[in-house]
């Protein structure tokens, strides 16, 4: 009897699951922070907005500094520290009660699983060296699995009480915490000697100029500008959709469909991308269809219209979110592969916390019009910087780009 053989390596599938309990966790307590603050807490929705701020600046931190601890520590130290953080941090919610104690906790649950993200994209391209492409696209999967299971369930137990929200959270951290623990083992997640003494000693790479060490940084500044402007379905795209008409639940609907194109889509996401000849043709097509979806929310008065700018919003996605920390990982020099995907996740931090505040000031006063331009612009801009960005690699130094059969 021939053996079962899986699409991805055994270290790989660990990962995946790992990844969808440790999103799914986290997802439960972010869609809950505005009802918290102003139901339960009984503070003005401004509030909310701040401390969703303080949450994502608290990410921001967490990635910076993650990715350097996965070149020094290995990935799994790094990761067990953030699980134990967050998880510490969501029966922290649990027990506390009041504002103060609620945005300290909100910091360590920020730092702690801001911590964890680098190691799982390092570790994506460590554990299956011969397929990074299809590695990242399987966490970026895995990831939004996460995020709908989590919202979900989340919704549904702070309707019975926040303490058990927070209280679930805690243990599917702890679970996930366990999950590294015990499951991520073996060669492969541990780090090359050679890498470990490079990231030791904090040896430039070979062939690393100054202009060059502008490659990854040009990366996550794509990245940036892409979640800014990407992050408005999150945010005034729901109010105008409201302002015109629409029923909350039909809002909702567009995240559904969001959900099953990234399922569904995979088998079209992959003719795709192994037809292209290295990682930044996809990261650019997927830029190409976020003008295009803007662009019908312009003049969008339509449901279909709204499906359509999702449509393409999501395929765009497909084809940027799993490409660039793919992309950083064919730049980074031995010993570096954490800080190159701590500076990516990083910006992607960043864009989805300043998106709002420049999203919003804008709606409050320009039309929406002018905001959806704006926003058709940035990716604009970003798809000028992601065209460049490897203009500026190491010479002789990072295999760079290309995309050999083999890794498709």
Do not use: C
């Amino acid at each position: 009897m021939s053996r079962l053989r899986l699409p991805y390596p055994p270290a790989l599938v660990v990962l995946i699951l790992s990844t969808v309990l440790m999103v799914s966790g986290f997802s439960m307590l972010w869609p809950l922070v505005t009802l918290y603050v102003h139901s339960r807490l009984g503070l003005p929705m401004s509030w909310a907005g701040a401390v969703l701020l303080v949450q994502s600046v608290a990410n921001l931190g967490g990635n910076l500094l993650g990715g350097p601890l996965f070149d020094a520590w290995g990935g799994r130290r790094s990761m067990l520290l953030g699980a134990g953080a967050a998880a510490l941090a969501a029966f922290g919610m649990a027990a506390t009660h009041g504002l103060y104690p609620y945005l300290v906790m909100t910091v360590v649950l920020g730092v702690g699983t801001g911590l964890i993200y680098p190691s799982i994209n390092a570790f994506a391209a460590q554990v299956w060296p011969e397929g990074r492409r299809a590695a990242f696209n399987a966490i970026y999967v895995a990831s939004n699995v996460g995020v709908a299971a989590g919202s979900m369930v989340g919704g549904l137990l702070a309707q019975v009480h926040f303490w058990l929200a927070f209280t679930v959270t805690g243990s599917l951290l702890l679970l996930y915490g366990l999950s590294v623990l015990f499951g991520m083992r073996g060669a492969a997640f541990s780090q090359a000697p050679a890498e470990r003494r490079l990231a030791k000693s904090l040896q430039k790479p070979r062939g690393n100029s100054g202009l060059a060490t502008l490659a990854p940084w040009l990366l996550a500044l794509g990245l940036f500008l892409d979640w800014t402007a990407y992050v408005q379905w999150q945010t005034t795209v729901a109010v105008h959709m409201q302002v015109l008409g629409f029923s909350i639940s039909s809002y909702s609907m567009l995240w559904t469909l969001n959900g099953l194109i990234i399922l569904a889509g995979q088998p079209l996401a992959s003719f795709v991308t192994r037809r292209l000849p290295s990682m930044k043709p996809q990261i650019l097509l997927g830029n190409v269809l976020f003008i295009l979806s803007f662009a019908l929310l312009v003049s969008a008065r339509s449901y279909a219209a709204f499906l359509g700018g999702m449509a393409l919003t999501t395929l765009g996605e497909m084809f940027v979110w799993p490409g660039v920390p793919a992309a950083a990982d064919r730049l980074a020099p031995d010993g570096r592969r954490g800080l190159y995907q701590g500076i990516v996740s990083g910006a992607a931090s960043t864009g989805r916390a300043a998106g709002p505040l420049f999203g919003g000031l804008l709606y409050d006063r320009f039309p929406t019009k002018v905001l959806f331009t704006v926003m058709i612009a940035i990716f604009a801009i970003g798809l000028v910087v992601l065209s460049v960005y490897d203009r500026f690699q190491p010479a002789g130094g990072s295999p760079g780009d290309a995309v050999t059969a083999s890794s498709r």
